[in-house]
C-alpha cells in the first residue's frame, strides 16, 4: 500500500486584513492596518497549492473561518442585529472587534497536530485542534477547525478526532507549528519532535523574557498521550528562550523537518548538543540528516526576516527533496547565498523553488504556516473527502468562487461593513457546497 505526505493549505479568507494582533510576531506587528487584498492573497495560496499538485504532490484544501465572528461578539453582549453588532463593537471596543475579525486562520500549520497512523497505537490518523489561548483572536478557532477537520477526514475508520485541549495557558497549543514528524519513509515508524517554549508548571524553568512562549511542555505531552503515541518514539525539546524573544515565536520560524532530514538553525534549541542526541538515539540506525544553519551563514534576524525555515520541504517523485521557499529568500542575499550551495550538500536536498506569498509574508505566515501535514496511506486517501483535494478542476472552480466573491482592496475599517459580512457569509455558504462539507460554520447552523 503506497504511503506518502498531504499537505493541506489553508484557503484565505474574503475578509483577509492586517490587523497586527501577534505580538512577537515581527511581520505581523510591522504592517498592522496596512490596506489589504483578500482576492490577491487568495489567488497566491491557491497558485501555490496547485503547483504543488502539479509536482505530484497529494494537495488539498482546507475552508477558512468566518469573519467577522459575529458568535463570539455577541458571547461578549453586544446584541441586535448583525449590523448593530458590529457597529456597536466597533465603536465601543474596537481592540475586540479587530480581534474578531482576524484572518490568522490561514495559517493552518496552527489548526492542529496531526499524528499518522503508522505512528498510533490503534493505527488511525489523530487530530487534535491547536487551542491557541496565548491570542484571543486565534482562540477563536478550535471548534470550527474541529468541524472543517471532521467534514474534510470524514471516515472513522480511519480517522480519530479529538476536542482541542483545555483553554488555558497552562496547556497552551500551537498545533503543528510546533511539532515535526521524522522518519525513513512515510509509512515507517516514526519519531514525533514536540518543541515547547516553557514550563507551565514549573517556573523555575528557563522561559522567555519578552514575548510570549505560546506552547507548553504539558500541552505537547496531553497531544501526544491522546494520540497513542510510544515514549520511545517522542522527542520533547525546548525552544531557545533567546530565540523567542528575538522573534521566533514558534519553532517553525526556525525549523522545519520531513522524512529524515531536520533542517534547523544553530539557536533553535535550549541545549541543542543533548536534543539532537536524543533525536539521533530514537530515530534509530536509519540514515538521518541533521542539518544545522550556522549563524555566521545565516543570522537569526535574517531567519526571521525571509522565513527561511518557515519553508517546506518536500519530497519529489524521484526521491530528491525540494525546499518550496518565499521569494523573501530570494530577496536575501545571505540566505539566497545559502539555498543557492544547498544542493551541494550530502542531503536528500537536491531543489529550491521560490514562490510569491507576500500577502501571508506580510502578516507574518511563509508556505509551512499554510499548510498543514497528513502523512497517509492509499486507502487513508480515498477515505477523505475527495471534494477537498485539489486538481485542474478544483483549482478553477475555486478561482471563479474567489473572483465572484472577493473584494480587490480591504481598509481595516470595511471590517464593520455589514455588506462585507453578507458577502463573506453568501462566500463561505457557497463553499461549503464546493467542499461538500456540509454545515461547518455557526451562522449556517441557527
Known amino acids: 500500500m503506497k504511503q506518502f505526505e498531504a499537505n493541506f493549505d489553508g484557503l484565505v479568507g474574503p475578509t483577509h486584513n492586517y490587523a497586527g494582533l501577534s505580538i512577537g510576531n515581527v511581520a505581523s506587528i510591522s504592517n498592522a492596518s496596512s490596506a489589504s487584498s483578500p482576492k490577491q492573497a487568495a489567488k497566491q495560496g491557491l497558485k501555490k497549492m496547485k503547483a504543488l499538485a502539479d509536482l505530484g504532490m497529494v494537495q488539498g484544501v482546507l475552508a ?3 469573519r467577522p465572528d459575529v458568535h463570539s461578539l455577541r458571547r461578549l453582549g453586544f446584541t441586535g442585529s448583525d449590523a448593530n453588532v458590529l457597529a456597536t463593537s466597533a465603536k465601543q471596543a474596537p481592540a475586540i472587534f479587530q480581534a474578531c475579525c482576524s484572518a490568522s486562520s490561514m495559517w493552518t500549520a496552527n489548526a492542529a497536530t ?7 497505537n490503534d493505527k488511525k490518523i489523530h487530530f487534535t485542534p491547536a487551542n491557541l489561548t496565548n491570542k484571543y483572536h486565534r482562540s477563536l478557532e478550535p471548534q470550527v477547525t474541529g468541524n472543517i477537520l471532521k467534514a474534510t477526514f470524514n471516515d472513522s475508520r480511519y480517522f480519530a478526532h479529538h476536542t482541542h485541549l483545555p483553554d488555558n495557558e497552562h496547556f497552551g497549543d500551537e498545533g503543528a507549528a510546533n511539532h515535526t514528524r521524522l522518519c525513513s519513509d ?15 508548571f514549573d517556573r523555575t524553568k528557563p522561559a522567555p523574557k519578552k514575548y510570549p512562549a505560546r506552547q507548553t511542555l504539558e500541552a505537547s505531552q496531553a497531544v501526544a498521550r491522546l494520540h497513542g503515541l510510544s515514549e520511545g518514539k517522542v522527542v520533547y525539546i525546548q525552544q531557545d528562550p533567546d530565540v523567542i524573544d528575538q522573534g521566533v515565536f514558534h519553532n517553525d520560524v526556525i525549523a522545519v523537518g520531513n522524512q529524515n532530514v531536520l533542517f534547523y538553525h544553530e539557536q533553535a534549541f535550549l541545549d541543542s548538543a543533548a536534543a539532537m542526541q ?12 541533521l542539518i544545522c544553519v550556522k549563524s555566521d551563514e545565516v543570522s537569526v534576524e535574517d531567519a526571521i526576516k525571509s522565513y527561511l525555515f518557515n519553508t517546506q520541504i518536500i519530497t519529489l517523485g524521484n526521491g530528491e527533496m525540494a525546499i518550496i521557499a518565499p521569494s523573501n529568500c530570494a530577496e536575501n542575499t545571505n540566505v539566497a547565498n545559502y539555498l543557492a550551495n544547498i544542493a551541494d550538500q550530502n542531503t536528500p536536498i537536491k531543489h529550491v523553488r521560490y514562490f510569491d506569498v507576500k ?17 497517509m496511506t492509499s486507502q487513508e486517501h ?9 486538481n485542474d478542476a478544483q483549482f478553477e472552480r475555486l478561482n471563479t468562487w474567489v473572483d465572484n466573491h472577493y473584494r480587490d482592496r480591504l481598509d481595516v475599517k470595511d471590517l464593520a461593513d455589514p455588506q462585507l459580512l453578507i458577502e463573506s457569509r453568501t462566500a463561505l455558504d457557497e463553499l461549503t457546497q464546493l467542499l461538500k462539507l456540509g454545515s461547518v460554520y455557526p451562522f449556517q447552523q441557527v
Open 186 to 200: 512515510y509509512g515507517d515508524s516514526g519519531i514525533e519532535l514536540f518543541v515547547y517554549g516553557r514550563h507551565a
Open 278 to 289: 536524543e533525536v539521533k538515539e530514537k530515530f534509530g540506525e536509519s540514515v538521518l540528516h
Open 64 to 66: 477558512p473561518q468566518e
Open 359 to 375: 500577502e501571508s509574508m506580510r502578516n507574518g505566515g511563509g508556505p509551512a504556516c499554510l499548510r498543514l501535514r497528513v502523512a
Open 114 to 120: 496531526v499524528s499518522p497512523s503508522a505512528d498510533t
Open 382 to 390: 480515498e477515505a477523505l473527502n475527495q471534494h477537498t483535494l485539489m
